[in-house]
């Protein structure tokens, strides 16, 4: 196999993710794996059946399909259940990972803050040029006049909420999500699904954590589809603006591969999410006239 250089650390040119000191000859398990990334998301289904359930319970529409469909729409029990069911999957997998890995969370996803620390002067300007950049290339794409983002727009409360949600909260999750589990849980499926069945090629793999350049190429393109996809609906399923979508999730993976940093790719995420609410702030006048965001 082929090792493509960016992936870990850059001078050694090889994806070494840290561990304990392995047996002789022997590699220490790669992770996370498919098993990992199906776990999480069995994790994820749970926790939104059980933020849905807790919210209706608390509004007390679950006696009534009407009323439950309505506040299951409303945008404040939305950001409500979706920051509920993000705090509550990163909890049990911060909980649960570890005795499966037998390292820190953080660790296993290659989380290294310390990269993004010594980094954020380049890659925070990079997340806002990236921004607009994007932001001029969709406005040349035609839209919906309506889109259900658009329902997080009417209220200077609901805005609010989805500038704190989607420049802290979701960034930081949705990388750990996509990133730090199915981007490495990918790569490493088709590495083995690749591998020559032979004496050679079985004993490579199990003393070295190499990943190779189909790999990446494969598994940041898969990853970016299932990030495009989850937002899509955000974009009325305008799929100009969500190819557009899946091009910035594979440069986000560029950057998670090249810094060996989940910590710089959930920055890159934050600076660029940020840089498109800084536009709508300053395009309503701060959130005070926001009939100009509508379409």
């Known amino acids: 196999m082929s090792s493509l250089p960016p992936l870990v650390p850059v001078e050694q040119g090889t994806y070494e993710p840290p561990s304990p000191v392995p047996v002789e000859g022997e590699a220490p398990p790669r992770i996370p794996h498919i098993g990992h990334a199906l776990l999480l998301f069995l994790i994820a289904f749970v926790a939104l059946v059980l933020s849905q359930g807790l919210l209706l319970v608390i509004s007390g529409a679950y006696h009534n399909p009407e009323v439950m469909a309505s506040v299951l729409r409303n945008p404040k029990c939305i950001l409500a259940v979706q920051a509920s069911l993000y705090l509550a999957t990163l909890l049990a997998a911060w909980i649960i990972f570890p005795m499966l890995w037998q390292r820190g969370f953080a660790e296993g996803i290659q989380w290294n803050a310390p990269k993004a620390k010594k980094l954020a002067w380049k890659i925070i300007p990079l997340g806002l040029v990236l921004s607009w950049g994007v932001q001029a290339i969709t406005s040349l794409i035609t839209m919906p006049k309506s889109m259900p983002m658009d329902d997080f727009f ?3 409360a609901d805005v609010w909420l989805i500038t704190a949600f989607g420049t802290l909260l979701a960034p930081v999750v949705e990388e750990i999500f996509f990133r730090g589990f199915l981007f490495p849980a990918f790569a490493i499926a088709y590495d083995w699904l690749s591998l020559p069945r032979t004496p050679e090629a079985v004993l490579l793999w199990r003393s070295t954590t190499t990943l190779s350049t189909p790999a990446f190429f494969f598994s940041g393109f898969l990853t970016s ?29 560029f950057v998670r591969v090249r810094t060996q940093s989940v910590a710089c790719s959930a920055l890159l995420h934050a600076s660029y999410n940020f840089c498109v609410f800084l536009t709508a702030f300053v395009v309503t006048g701060g959130y005070q006239h926001l009939d100009k965001m509508t379409r």
Request: proline fraction near 0%; charge should be positive.
């Open 225 to 253: 589809i299932f990030f495009a996809w989850l937002h899509a609906a955000q974009l009325a399923h305008t799929w100009a603006a969500v190819a557009v979508l899946l091009c910035v999730s594979f440069l986000f993976t």
């Open 154 to 156: 009417k209220t200077r």
